[in-house]
Each structure stands twice: as structure tokens, then as C-alpha cells.
């Protein structure tokens, strides 16, 4: 891949991605360079005349009033940064941590900051040589910034704290050596600059954003194979439907499932087996609809935040250093909180049709559980209870953080996004719904597998893209002729699916 220019390159959420997993290179502009010398200069200047400046000539948080003399800023910096690594609970992934990092130069480069162009310069050789700073993931209450989890990578840069290099944990000190790399001393308002960000939050975010995009298209393809085990009704997805209430998302969503059941003789006309699908069926466009439509919002939300300059104070070379909140984490907090509700819908919906498949009353003919040999074997019963399971926690991870606040600081800092929460969960319910849709998709598989049998050899004529779609589960999972754990199966499945397999693989087969 081609190296990220810092200063010349606009960042989307797919530039996180391919930094934090693909390891893509980063590497700084000579613009970006000039604007952060001209904003380095400006800062040392304030500081020569003394003058009164957040962060820089005072103290933190509700120590602002306290004055900080020159010969103590650099002091100050490093004191910042030790006291503020106070972040607790398991660390967060080395592309979570890939992403923050680039983030958080990115911010930097944009030269609002004050720091001097050595300090992203450390960050970008850290991400390139692969010293990772281990960052523990609790902590942040999204104002000022996601401060604690912040200062762990900060610390790395002062050759402290602890990071991985070479797939091995060791000291910060260490690990710079090791790549080759020296520590900084940060001088006034650097220390500052590098923790009070979002980009914890952010980076959880774009991961957790880009990953439930997949995810929203392979539930569409997932739900149509529901859709034709279930002799489910077509006529629920006619454009003459959406056209009456014309949601973005819902006319995709409608469009899309014509699209891979073209060709089926499985999906029915409404009357030919029955008037209508239950709802799990018949809305699968209004409610992944609406998903993609609050996908199209979380991913602007996030978007914009990428670049986005979220320090405090912020640099004016020349004109003025300016205190104000653009730390607070509320714009991607709420979008992150509204993307844990997004996914949570998925996977209900998901979890009904997959207990639809199942269930002897609801399934159309096809075995209980979907094992021709019921009692010596449970077929997929418990498969459905995992899909149930991972549901219910979604519903509780759906729960806002961003609806939460705790003042801090004294009442300095009397109102927080929780923002890392809210990303945190968002990304947890990703993960989950993976699962989901894999147990829908193998039960959607063995459904069609069943049905075939019934109904000979026209049982299983699906549509081209859900008959792709099916190869590519079989390519996975054996159908299950004996109970066996499906554990690692379904866990393996929805990895693949969340990586993008199941639409890469639909697409080759065009």
C-alpha cells in the first residue's frame, strides 16, 4: 500500500483500517512540518514573556490558577503524563492502539497544537517499526479527552511504561531501543498535547464502524437465505413498496434482497403458501433499513473526527491561544451509543428468524431443530441459545454510556461523554453480532439442505447470490448429519464474516 502522507492526505475510516491492520506506513509532509514549526514557535514565544496560557504556564484540570514557572514547565510535561497513567482492566489491541496513535498524530500534524514536529515524528516511527505501546482499556471518561488510556501510549515516548515489539512485551525504554528509536523529553505543552484527545474513543470507533458496515451488508445476504428456507414472500420487497416511504436504507435493503434471490424458486408470491411472512421476514427492509440509515450518520459523525484538531487550548500562530472543548468526546460518544443500538437490532431480528428455522410450528414443514433424527440428537437447539445469549447481552450493551456523566476534577470538569465506554461497548457489540448471523447462517443452510431433500431436486435452486452465499458457508461447515460442537465453527464463521469473505466471495461468483 502507499504510504499516508500526514498534511497531504484526508483521512476516512478505511485509512484507520488499513493503519491499524494493515500496517500501512505514515509519514509526515514538509507542510505539515512548517505548520508545526510556526505553532511550536508561537508557544515558545508565550512561554519567553510569561504569559498566562492553560497547560502551558499553569496547572491541570482545577489547577488551572496555579501559576507554573518557566524553568518548571518541562517538569510539569512529564509530571502530567506519569500521573494521568492510572488506567486499569486488560489492554486494548494492538490495532486499536495502531489507530490511536495514528490519530493522534494526525491531530497533532494539523499544527494547532504547539508541539514540536519531533513528537509526531516519534509517533509515526513508532507505528512503522511496530512499537506498540500497551495501553490498559478503562478509564477515559471522554472529557478532557480520553486522557488516562492516553498518557500509557505518552509514556512510551518518554522511554517509559511498557510496550510490545518484535510480538514481545517489554519496557518502553527497551522497546525504542530495540527499534532503534529515541525517547523524547517533552518540553512545554507537549505533554498536554499528546493525552487531551479523542482518539481512544475514536479509534475503537472506526474499527467498530467499518466492521459493522461489513456486517450490515452480510446480514441482508444471511436474512435473504432465511428468506428462502422459510418459502418466504417476495412481494414484501417490491420497489412499489419502498417508494411509498422512501427511506435510503429500506429501498437498499428491499433492492439488495431482489437482487440476490433473482432467479429463486424458493422465495413465494403472497397466497401461494401463505397471505404473509411473519415480521422477522416481511420487515427485513425497514429494519436493516433503518440500520444502514443510522450507519450513514455514525460514519459521519466519526468521519469528521478523524482530522479533527481536539486539544485544548488550540494555537492560533499569531493571533491567539484559545481554551475551549473540542476534548469533549459528546459528537462520537452519541454516535457510538446509537451504533451499539444499531447492531443490537440486527441481531434480534437475526435471533427470531434463526428461532423461526428452528421451530417445528414456524419452520414450514422442515424437522425440529433441523435433525431428521430428534431426541438422540438436538440438532442446532443450542446453537439458537447462543444466538439468544449474545441477543440479550447486545440489548445490555445498547444501554447509552453517553447518557451517563460524573464530575470530576473538583467540579472542574462537571460534565463527561463516556464516550471510551461507549465506543468500547459498540465494539463489543460488533463482535457479537458476528456470532449471531453465523448461527443464522448455518441454520439457514442446514434449512435449505433439509428442504432440498423434501422437495428433491428443484428443493434447491436458490437465487445466484444466496446460492453463492450458501457455497460459501458449505465451504466452512459441514452440514450436521451427527451433533458435534459447533463452537470454533460458528466462531470462525463470524470472523470471516465480519472480514468481508462471504461479499468477497459473492462477488467472484458474478
Same mark, same amino acid.
Given at each position: 500500500?502507499?504510504?499516508?502522507?500526514?498534511?497531504?492526505?484526508?483521512?476516512?475510516?478505511?485509512?484507520?483500517?488499513?493503519?491499524?491492520?494493515?500496517?500501512?506506513?505514515?509519514?509526515?509532509?514538509?507542510?505539515?512540518?512548517?505548520?508545526?514549526?510556526?505553532?511550536?514557535?508561537?508557544?515558545?514565544?508565550?512561554?519567553?514573556?510569561?504569559?498566562?496560557?492553560?497547560?502551558?504556564?499553569?496547572?491541570?484540570?482545577?489547577?488551572?490558577?496555579?501559576?507554573?514557572?518557566?524553568?518548571?514547565?518541562?517538569?510539569?510535561?512529564?509530571?502530567?503524563?506519569?500521573?494521568?497513567?492510572?488506567?486499569?482492566?486488560?489492554?486494548?489491541?494492538?490495532?486499536?492502539?495502531?489507530?490511536?496513535?495514528?490519530?493522534?498524530?494526525?491531530?497533532?500534524?494539523?499544527?494547532?497544537?504547539?508541539?514540536?514536529?519531533?513528537?509526531?515524528?516519534?509517533?509515526?516511527?513508532?507505528?512503522?517499526?511496530?512499537?506498540?505501546?500497551?495501553?490498559?482499556?478503562?478509564?477515559?471518561?471522554?472529557?478532557?479527552?480520553?486522557?488516562?488510556?492516553?498518557?500509557?501510549?505518552?509514556?512510551?515516548?518518554?522511554?517509559?511504561?511498557?510496550?510490545?515489539?518484535?510480538?514481545?512485551?517489554?519496557?518502553?525504554?527497551?522497546?525504542?531501543?530495540?527499534?532503534?528509536?529515541?525517547?523524547?523529553?517533552?518540553?512545554?505543552?507537549?505533554?498536554?498535547?499528546?493525552?487531551?484527545?479523542?482518539?481512544?474513543?475514536?479509534?475503537?470507533?472506526?474499527?467498530?464502524?467499518?466492521?459493522?458496515?461489513?456486517?450490515?451488508?452480510?446480514?441482508?445476504?444471511?436474512?435473504?437465505?432465511?428468506?428462502?428456507?422459510?418459502?418466504?414472500?417476495?412481494?414484501?420487497?417490491?420497489?412499489?413498496?419502498?417508494?411509498?416511504?422512501?427511506?435510503?436504507?429500506?429501498?437498499?435493503?428491499?433492492?439488495?434482497?431482489?437482487?440476490?434471490?433473482?432467479?429463486?424458486?424458493?422465495?413465494?408470491?403472497?397466497?401461494?403458501?401463505?397471505?404473509?411472512?411473519?415480521?422477522?421476514?416481511?420487515?427485513?427492509?425497514?429494519?436493516?433499513?433503518?440500520?444502514?440509515?443510522?450507519?450513514?450518520?455514525?460514519?459521519?459523525?466519526?468521519?469528521?473526527?478523524?482530522?479533527?484538531?481536539?486539544?485544548?487550548?488550540?494555537?492560533?500562530?499569531?493571533?491567539?491561544?484559545?481554551?475551549?472543548?473540542?476534548?469533549?468526546?459528546?459528537?462520537? $460518544?452519541? !454516535? =457510538? *451509543?446509537?451504533? #451499539?443500538?444499531?447492531?443490537? @437490532?440486527? %441481531?434480534?431480528?437475526?435471533? /427470531?428468524? +434463526?428461532?423461526?428455522?428452528?421451530?417445528?410450528?414456524?419452520?414450514?414443514?422442515?424437522?425440529?431443530?433441523?435433525?431428521?433424527?430428534?431426541?438422540?440428537?438436538?440438532?442446532?437447539?443450542?446453537?439458537?441459545?447462543?444466538?439468544?445469549?449474545?441477543?440479550?447481552?447486545?440489548?445490555?450493551?445498547?444501554?447509552?454510556?453517553?447518557?451517563?456523566?460524573?464530575?470530576?476534577?473538583?467540579?472542574?470538569?462537571?460534565?463527561?461523554?463516556?464516550?471510551?465506554?461507549?465506543?468500547?461497548?459498540?465494539?463489543?457489540?460488533?463482535?457479537?453480532?458476528?456470532?449471531?448471523?453465523?448461527?443464522?447462517?448455518?441454520?439457514? $443452510?442446514? !434449512? =435449505? *439442505?433439509?428442504? #432440498?431433500?423434501?422437495?428433491? @431436486?428443484? %428443493?434447491?435452486?436458490?437465487? /445466484?447470490? +444466496?446460492?453463492?452465499?450458501?457455497?460459501?458457508?458449505?465451504?466452512?461447515?459441514?452440514?450436521?448429519?451427527?451433533?458435534?460442537?459447533?463452537?470454533?465453527?460458528?466462531?470462525?464463521?463470524?470472523?470471516?464474516?465480519?472480514?468481508?469473505?462471504?461479499?468477497?466471495?459473492?462477488?467472484?461468483?458474478?
Amino acid at each position: 500500500m502507499e504510504s499516508f502522507v500526514l498534511g497531504r492526505d484526508e483521512a476516512h475510516i478505511s485509512d484507520v483500517v488499513r493503519v491499524a491492520r494493515g500496517h500501512r506506513e505514515v509519514h509526515l509532509s514538509p507542510s505539515a512540518h512548517k505548520c508545526m514549526q510556526r505553532s511550536r514557535e508561537y508557544i515558545e514565544g508565550l512561554v519567553e514573556e510569561r504569559a498566562v496560557v492553560y497547560g502551558v504556564t499553569t496547572g491541570f484540570g482545577n489547577f488551572c490558577e496555579t501559576h507554573i514557572s518557566q524553568e518548571q514547565a518541562r517538569e510539569l510535561q512529564q509530571n502530567l503524563i506519569r500521573s494521568h497513567a492510572v488506567a486499569v482492566g486488560e489492554p486494548l489491541s494492538e490495532e486499536v492502539v495502531r489507530g490511536a496513535i495514528f490519530l493522534r498524530a494526525l491531530a497533532l500534524s494539523r499544527g494547532h497544537s504547539g508541539v514540536r514536529p519531533a513528537v509526531v515524528e516519534l509517533l509515526i516511527g513508532m507505528l512503522n517499526v511496530g512499537v506498540i505501546p500497551l495501553v490498559p482499556q478503562q478509564g477515559s471518561l471522554g472529557a478532557s479527552g480520553d486522557l488516562a488510556p492516553l498518557a500509557h501510549m505518552a509514556l512510551v515516548l518518554m522511554g517509559e511504561g511498557q510496550a510490545t515489539f518484535d510480538n514481545r512485551l517489554m519496557s518502553g525504554a527497551s522497546a525504542l531501543e530495540r527499534a532503534g528509536l529515541e525517547p523524547l523529553t517533552l518540553e512545554a505543552r507537549e505533554g498536554l498535547a499528546l493525552i487531551n484527545g479523542t482518539q481512544i474513543m475514536t479509534a475503537l470507533g472506526a474499527l467498530a464502524v467499518a466492521d459493522g458496515e461489513v456486517l450490515c451488508h452480510s446480514a441482508d445476504v444471511v436474512a435473504a437465505l432465511t428468506l428462502e428456507a422459510l418459502r418466504g414472500i417476495k412481494d414484501a420487497f417490491d420497489p412499489r413498496v419502498s417508494q411509498l416511504r422512501p427511506h435510503p436504507g429500506q429501498e437498499e435493503v428491499a433492492r439488495r434482497i431482489r437482487e440476490v434471490t433473482r432467479g429463486s424458486s424458493l422465495v413465494t408470491r403472497q397466497g401461494e403458501i401463505c397471505v404473509q411472512d411473519p415480521y422477522s421476514l416481511r420487515c427485513i427492509p425497514q429494519v436493516h433499513g433503518a440500520v444502514r440509515d443510522a450507519l450513514a450518520y455514525i460514519t459521519g459523525a466519526v468521519g469528521r473526527e478523524l482530522s479533527a484538531v481536539t486539544d485544548n487550548p488550540l494555537v492560533f500562530p499569531g493571533e491567539d491561544v484559545l481554551s475551549a472543548g473540542n476534548f469533549h468526546g459528546e459528537p462520537v $460518544a452519541l !454516535a =457510538l *451509543d446509537h451504533l #451499539a443500538l444499531a447492531m443490537a @437490532e440486527l %441481531g434480534n431480528i437475526s435471533e /427470531r428468524r +434463526t428461532n423461526r428455522l428452528l421451530h417445528p410450528a414456524y419452520n414450514r414443514g422442515l424437522p425440529a431443530f433441523l435433525t431428521t433424527r430428534g431426541g438422540l440428537n438436538s440438532g442446532l437447539m443450542i446453537a439458537h441459545y447462543t444466538a439468544a445469549s449474545l441477543a440479550s447481552e447486545n440489548k445490555l450493551l445498547a444501554a447509552p454510556a453517553s447518557a451517563d456523566s460524573i464530575p470530576t476534577s473538583a467540579g472542574q470538569e462537571d460534565h463527561v461523554s463516556m464516550g471510551a465506554t461507549a465506543a468500547r461497548k459498540a465494539r463489543s457489540s460488533v463482535r457479537n453480532l458476528s456470532r449471531i448471523l453465523a448461527v443464522e447462517a448455518v441454520t439457514a $443452510a442446514q !434449512a =435449505l *439442505d433439509l428442504r #432440498a431433500e423434501q422437495d428433491g @431436486e428443484m %428443493g434447491l435452486n436458490p437465487g /445466484r447470490g +444466496t446460492k453463492a452465499a450458501y457455497q460459501w458457508i458449505r465451504a466452512r461447515v459441514d452440514r450436521v448429519e451427527q451433533d458435534r460442537s459447533l463452537s470454533q465453527e460458528v466462531q470462525d464463521l463470524g470472523d470471516a464474516l465480519v472480514g468481508g469473505d462471504m461479499l468477497r466471495w459473492m462477488s467472484r461468483s458474478r
